[in-house]
Every structure is written in C-alpha cells, then in structure tokens.
C-alpha cells in the first residue's frame, strides 16, 4: 500500500475526530457552558485510551507524510488546486503541531481542563489575540479547503463548474464557520470571562 493511500486512509479516523470537535465549537457558539457540556460527552469517546492513541498516531502520520508530500511535488506542482492543497496540507501540520502540543502539555505540565477556556485565554490577553485570531481562523479554512482539494480529484470526470465547486463551496463554508468560531472564542456573541488560571498561562494574573 503506497503512502498516499496510508494518508488518505489515517485521514479518515482525523476526519471524524474534526467533524466532532467542530460540532462542538459550533454548539459552543451560545455559550461557553454549552460548549463545556457537548465536550464533557464527546470526551467519553476520544479520551478512551485507545482511541486517543490511535488519533495521536494518526496526527503524527498524517504531519509527516504530508510535509513529505509538499516537499517532493515542490518542483512538479503546477496549477491553483495543486498549489492550494500543498499550502493547506502545510499549514495544518503547523497548526497540528503546535495545538495537539499546546493541549497535552496543558494536560500533563499545568494541570489545567483543556476546554473551551484554554482554547479562549489567548485572545483576552493582549497582545496575544493578534496570533490566535489568524492562527484559528486559517486552520478552519486549510482543513475544509484541504479537504476540497482532496474531492477535486475525485471530480476530474465531472463538468470544470463541478470541480471549481468541490473546493470553492468547502473553502466558503470552512470560512464562515471559522469566523464564528473565532467570535466565540474572543467573547464577541456572548458575554465571556475567562478563570484567572487560563489567562496566567500567557500573563501573571492581575494583582
């Protein structure tokens, strides 16, 4: 089995874990206690020690072998679609690397619940919310763009408006999503405080 197939396959189980955890947010977007509460549930799930080093294995995968990708069609990628699925694999490597760290060494070193007010802390603490606001709200896009690209090359027997759809329409659903999700996280459709203990991960807390 080639590479590729082996990513395309550890995508899978990603996929689905993504799916719940954008649910989650999207249910989170009247509150953070709503948030909280779908998260509790959907824990007994991902958190079961198996499932959770099968993801992690998967994630780890899925980085490698997709820098791999980008790295070796570098010179051979020609074309938008190509070019688009190469700098998103990318940035979600980057985002993969740096959240799924962020979120185990806020488990094992702070001993802090990585809910939705370890996701949130980053932007109430000035200047911080200038590196999540894009940092979150690219990563919602790359992915369902990521993924747009993916079904482009299930689509080549398909009209050119058909295949210009199967990422135009993700990428836009992708965007809009992640804008609300950004809005959540920095307390704009709901009134936000986040405990003292999230935000002494970026600053002392207030005196």
Known sequence: MTLRRFHALSAILIAAFVCLHIANHLVGLSGAAEHIAFMEVARSVYR???????????V??????????VVRGWKQRHGLIPWLQAISGAYLSFFLVVHVGAVLFGRAALN???NFYFAAAGFHVAPF???????????VVALFTHLGCAAYWQAQDRPRIARVLVVAVPSAVGA???LLIVLSLAGALFPLQV?????????PPDR
């Not at 079961?48 to 998967?58: D, G, H, Q, T």
């Not at 780890?60 to 990708?69: E, N, R």
């Not at 405990?195 to 002494?200: G, N, S, V």
């Open 195 to 203: 405990p003292a203990e999230y935000k002494a991960t970026y600053a």
């Open 112 to 114: 802090l619940d990585t």
């Open 129 to 139: 919310q200038f590196f999540f606001a894009p940092y979150y709200f690219l990563a």
């Open 48 to 58: 079961f020690p198996l499932v959770e080093f099968a993801l992690l294995s998967c």
């Open 176 to 178: 809009v999503a992640s």
């Open 60 to 69: 780890a995968f899925q980085i490698v072998s997709g820098l791999t990708f």
